[in-house]
């Protein structure tokens, strides 16, 4: 099975339209079949998102690490007004965020672009949110959660999804180790909501 970081040539057949909403917002999006949550969008950024939207106080500006289509990214922009710039390591899901953006007309000076993990990324973020690409390995996420801390300004926050079968508790372990500190925002269905602040 392919996973879905691994780039794929695509034929237009491959691509498709589906609606979905979250938070009370209705989006349409452009996907494709070898994105992840292909036609929906799964439980784990749901309840992201809604943590997000009534534990987190967001503000400047953030990152929507492993954006896929665009789906946490995009409702960041329009449920709260912020700028957050949107990557991922798949051209194709770069691709797609970009025209959800349009096709939802969601307008801001967020940028979207292809960067492998912080290898294409300039400067540093108010805030990261992340569904993380756990099928990746474990030392490729950790490395991710180090460039999270490196990539954030003093005050800075990352807040996260991950089941608990996937790995929870290493991965809390992990970012305690990092940020001397993490948070259980939420735990629903087996995933959890976890978060942490840069504070030096």
Do not use: W
């Not at 452009?30 to 106080?57: H, M, N, Q």
């Not at 756990?134 to 999804?161: P, R, S, W, Y």
């Not at 990092?178 to 909501?193: A, M, Q, S």
């Amino acid at each position: 099975m392919q996973h879905y970081f691994i780039e794929k040539q695509h034929s237009p057949n491959d691509y498709f339209e589906f609606e979905d909403t979250i938070a009370d917002m209705k989006f349409k999006f452009r996907s494709c079949d070898s994105i992840f949550s292909k036609d929906e969008i799964d439980e784990g950024t749901r309840t992201l998102l809604d943590t997000i939207f009534t534990k987190v106080d967001l503000k400047g500006n953030g990152l929507d690490l492993g954006c896929g289509y665009g789906v946490i990214g995009m409702s960041i922009i329009k449920k709260l007004g912020l700028n957050c710039d949107m990557l991922d390591v798949n051209g194709t899901a770069v691709e797609l965020a970009r025209h959800n953006l349009m096709l939802n007309g969601v307008r801001s000076g967020s940028k979207v672009f292809k960067s492998n993990g912080f290898e294409g990324v300039e400067g540093k973020y108010d805030f990261i949110v992340t569904n993380p690409p756990i099928k990746t390995g474990k030392a490729l996420l950790f490395e991710l959660m180090q460039g999270c801390f490196d990539h954030l300004n003093e005050g800075g926050t990352l807040t996260l999804v991950i089941r608990k079968s996937h790995g929870e508790e290493s991965l809390k372990k992990k970012l305690t180790e990092i940020f001397g500190n993490c948070e259980i925002l939420k735990r629903n269905k087996g995933f959890y909501i976890l978060h942490s602040t840069r504070t030096v």
